[in-house]
């Protein structure tokens, strides 16, 4: 007897390319929580006037293969700084991930590839980031502790890795209750 394996799926689970059609900017960020996108923007629109240009993406948008290269053809080679958030970590969005990489050394771009749950190491994201572990570390801690002031925080500290001249805060603790 023979067991075959079957899936369902129907049309609307397929991922379709899509164009965002954005601009060029020094600082880029890509995550798949309405949450982190709403806190980089709040805390670039707080300090806007003194910051680097920023686009922010929903990666749910960015599923499809010919999708990323759009992106990273028109967006991303063209940053100073991506910051990306991956739910799932590396093997999640691996295309994505793969070449950000390449793009990234090749262009000499600062690239964070950051695991979305809190506590989860991704050896493979932290191997195609193109900055140091303790960088990795600091701007992980800002999403770990949370809150307006940390996210004001990490986007200064987008700002300085793409050079511009800004104090940036250290991450605000949040008590445990």
């Known amino acids: 007897m023979h067991i075959l394996t079957t899936t369902s799926a129907s049309l609307d689970?397929?991922?379709?390319?899509?164009d965002l059609r954005q601009t060029?900017?020094?600082?880029?960020?890509?995550?798949?929580?309405?949450?982190?996108?709403?806190?980089?923007a709040a805390g670039w629109k707080a300090d806007a006037a003194r910051l680097p240009s920023m686009r922010l993406?929903?990666?749910?948008?960015?599923?499809h293969p010919m999708s990323v290269d759009l992106w990273i053809d028109s967006v991303a080679r063209h940053a100073k700084v991506?910051?990306?958030?991956?739910?799932?970590?590396?093997?999640?969005w691996r295309y994505?991930?793969?070449?950000?990489?390449?793009?990234?050394?090749?262009?000499?771009?600062?690239l964070a590839l950051l695991p979305g749950e809190s506590h989860d190491e991704d050896p493979r994201l932290i191997e195609?980031?193109?900055?140091?572990?303790?960088?990795l570390d600091g701007l992980l801690g800002h999403f770990r502790e949370g809150g307006p002031e940390n996210m004001r925080a990490l986007v200064q500290r987008l700002a300085r890795l793409?050079?511009?001249?800004?104090?940036?805060?250290?991450?605000?603790?949040?008590?445990?209750?």
């Not at 689970?13 to 899509?18: C, I, K, M, N």
């Not at 195609?128 to 960088?135: C, F, H, I, M, V």
């Not at 104090?167 to 209750?177: L, Y």
């Open 13 to 18: 689970d397929l991922a379709e390319p899509v």
């Open 57 to 63: 993406a929903a990666l749910r948008d960015l599923r």
């Open 96 to 110: 994505g991930c793969d070449q950000l990489a390449t793009i990234a050394r090749a262009r000499g771009i600062k």
């Open 128 to 135: 195609g980031s193109t900055l140091p572990r303790e960088e």
């Open 24 to 40: 060029p900017a020094d600082v880029v960020a890509l995550s798949f929580t309405d949450s982190d996108l709403a806190g980089l």
């Open 82 to 92: 991506i910051l990306v958030r991956i739910l799932g970590g590396y093997d999640w």
């Open 162 to 177: 793409a050079g511009q001249d800004i104090e940036v805060a250290s991450p605000v603790t949040v008590p445990k209750a």
